[in-house]
T-cell receptor, first 112, second 118 residues
Framework: SQQGEEDPQALSIQEGENATMNCSYKTSINNLQWYRQNSGRGLVHLILIRSNEREKHSGRLRVTLDTSKKSSSLLITASRAADTASYFCATDADTGGFKTIFGAGTRLFVKA | GAGVSQSPRYKVAKRGQDVALRCDPISGHVSLFWYQQALGQGPEFLTYFQNEAQLDKSGLPSDRFFAERPEGSVSTLKIQRTQQEDSAVYLC????????????????FGPGTRLTVL
């Protein structure tokens, strides 16, 4: 079963708008990562946020983490058509294992 | 440099056939992961190698699934007596870190092998 659950499941916006995706997880974590998947480039790592961090930025991406609520959000600002993809959060359980647990993903469609 | 490559990219098998899926990780990457991704879902962890050692196989769904990485580089995922429910995309990922929980690792993914079992 998957630990991370993203919402919304699908999101359609106009180019230039911001897109926000949320992820919730069930157990304590070491870190949380966001990945993007599209047909052209496959699954690509976007950003990693550690459990002791609350916010992180990378270019047009902003990630927040609230460990008390076991949730994270990914904000993409000034979206572009090329941002059209599925976005997944990925975590591990804080048990020292090697298993990476992905959510079901948010499918983002950016209309030009 | 070259990324992670997988072959074949597409595989069609008749139910009951055995299949072998190959992964060539990024050169020098110690860690290697296999995932199964069903349509519309996120990747599901299958197994993890650190060099040639299979340290976690908790995600393998049945004893029909077997993975190996004998020389600590190329890995093969074998599925015996394939069933229709095995139809999925099989992803391989590698990373340079080892010995830490997976979420410390930036994983580099291959393009996947799409397996269709008829």
């Amino acid at each position: 079963s998957q630990q991370g659950e993203e919402d919304p499941q699908a999101l359609s916006i106009q180019e230039g708008e911001n897109a926000t995706m949320n992820c919730s997880y069930k157990t304590s974590i070491n870190n949380l990562q966001w990945y993007r998947q599209n047909s052209g480039r496959g699954l690509v790592h976007l950003i990693l946020i550690r459990s002791n961090e609350r916010e992180k930025h990378s270019g047009r991406l902003r990630v927040t983490l609230d460990t008390s609520k076991k949730s994270s959000s990914l904000l993409i600002t000034a979206s572009r058509a090329a941002d059209t993809a599925s976005y997944f959060c990925a975590t591990d359980a804080d048990t020292g294992g090697f298993k990476t647990i992905f959510g079901a993903g948010t499918r983002l469609f950016v209309k030009a | 440099g070259a990324g992670v490559s997988q072959s074949p990219r597409y595989k069609v098998a008749k139910r009951g056939q055995d299949v072998a899926l190959r992964c060539d990780p990024i050169s020098g990457h110690v860690s290697l992961f296999w995932y199964q991704q069903a349509l519309g879902q996120g990747p599901e962890f299958l197994t993890y190698f650190q060099n040639e050692a299979q340290l976690d196989k908790s995600g393998l769904p049945s004893d029909r699934f077997f993975a190996e990485r004998p020389e600590g580089s190329v890995s093969t995922l074998k599925i015996q007596r394939t069933q229709q429910e095995d139809s999925a995309v099989y992803l391989c990922a590698s990373s340079s870190l080892a010995g830490v929980a997976s979420s410390y690792n930036e994983q580099f993914f291959g393009p996947g092998t799409r397996l269709t079992v008829l």
